[in-house]
């Protein structure tokens, strides 16, 4: 629990951490319930998965855009009816974060279970285990557990990602409460984040292909990390900024935008580039055909820059979501310095899958792309 202390000073403005209560219990269990039916019963976009191990492939609903407006104006619309306040959130913060995280470990708990149990022979179901109780809880035991016709782990990180729009919601409720306006690192915060979110399910099929759906086993780790660590990590500044007022000039203001549109651009550019790629080889990159090794892995555009061009990305975006908090403190730098802790520490585990996985045409790769994740650099 060391990682979560400053997660739990950046809520001192909430309510003090306590056992979970009816109220806490209801707004989760409500929302999950709603986004649950909503990702039952809207349409959206079916999206085919990797091929798996067996010559399989799921296929997902790609329907979080529609779900997140519906689940915004449901929320205003009980807010409007005054069946609760925009703050309910803000103001049981603490209490909500409580019951989540005892949530997720029950979660996993019942995940563990439930695939030690499973007696499926497909790749997406069938139970991975290694004995170690620790390990197998920590990283899961299934690719792709299920409940009633939901692919639980695409759902929870949809669900981590929308909590944390709710929860920013909330907080800029909260200081127009208390202040009776939004302050302009409010304001930055606000907008860099909603972009974020926004952005995530515009191009929520991009998902489809990253590391923690195609391959990491769901377990106590995604789960935690999906709705506690998303959710409340991410939100790190707005609860900093309900209680604290730094001074922001309008050159820093802008330096600050130019960042974010840095990051921004990097990120979603990487991860694009790499999407189409895998959906045709033969896409252009920036106007030109592919660089290729061996016809599997892209060597042209931000992927001839380094190997793990889109974390690049991520951190600085992570870097402009704190920097409106100015220099007053670390607490609000949590986000961006565990970021890049944690991306060092994937970036090693993927280039040991991708050589294991590759062989030769990694070693290949590596050489005329030298740069893992900051040019000339690193």
């Known amino acids: 629990m060391e990682l979560a202390s400053p997660l739990i000073t950046a809520l001192q403005a909430c309510p003090l951490l306590g056992l979970p209560s009816q109220h806490g219990l209801a707004v989760l269990f409500g929302y999950l319930f709603t986004l649950a039916l909503f990702d039952r019963i809207l349409p959206g976009q079916i999206v085919p998965g990797v091929v798996l191990e067996d010559k399989t492939r799921l296929y997902y609903k790609c329907n979080g855009f529609l779900s997140l407006i519906l689940l915004s104006i449901a929320f205003l619309v009980g807010w409007r009816r005054e069946l609760y306040s925009l703050e309910v959130i803000a103001e049981k913060g603490g209490e909500l974060f409580v019951t989540t995280l005892i949530f997720s470990f029950l979660e996993s708990l019942i995940l563990y279970v439930s695939g030690c149990l499973s007696k499926s022979k497909s ?165 030109q055909p592919p660089k290729t090794i061996g016809g ?36 609000p730098y949590f986000y961006p310095l565990y970021l890049f802790l944690l991306l060092l520490w994937r970036e090693r585990r993927d280039e040991a899958r991708c050589s294991d996985k590759y062989k030769e045409l990694w070693a290949e790769y590596c050489k005329a792309v030298p740069w893992r994740i900051f040019p000339y650099l690193y």
């Not at 782990?153 to 944390?164: D, E, R, S």
């Open 123 to 287: 790749s997406s179901l069938r139970p991975h285990r290694t004995g170690n109780f620790i390990n197998d809880w920590w990283l899961g035991v299934q690719l792709n557990p299920s409940f009633l016709g939901i692919d639980v782990k695409f759902f929870t990180v949809k669900a981590g990602m929308m909590g944390w729009f709710f929860i920013n919601l909330s907080i800029a409720a909260r200081q127009i409460q208390i202040e009776g306006f939004l302050t302009l690192p409010m304001i930055l915060y606000q907008s860099f984040s909603m972009i974020y979110v926004l952005d995530f399910f515009w191009f929520e099929e991009y998902m489809t292909s990253t590391w923690d759906i195609i391959a990491e086993n769901f377990g106590y780790m995604l789960i935690f990390g999906d709705l506690v660590w998303i959710p409340f990590t991410f939100s790190i500044q707005g609860w900093w900024l309900l209680t604290h007022k730094p001074t922001l000039t309008i050159y820093a203001a802008a330096l600050n935008i130019i960042i974010f549109v840095i990051g921004y651009a990097v990120f979603r550019g990487a991860n694009r580039q790499k999407h189409l790629f895998k959906k045709n080889p033969k896409t252009l990159i920036w106007g």
């Open 296 to 331: 599997k892995l892209l060597a042209s555009g931000y992927w001839g820059i380094s190997r793990h061009c889109n974390y690049l990305g991520d951190i600085i975006l992570a870097l402009s979501l704190s920097l409106p908090c100015g220099a007053s403190s670390l607490v």
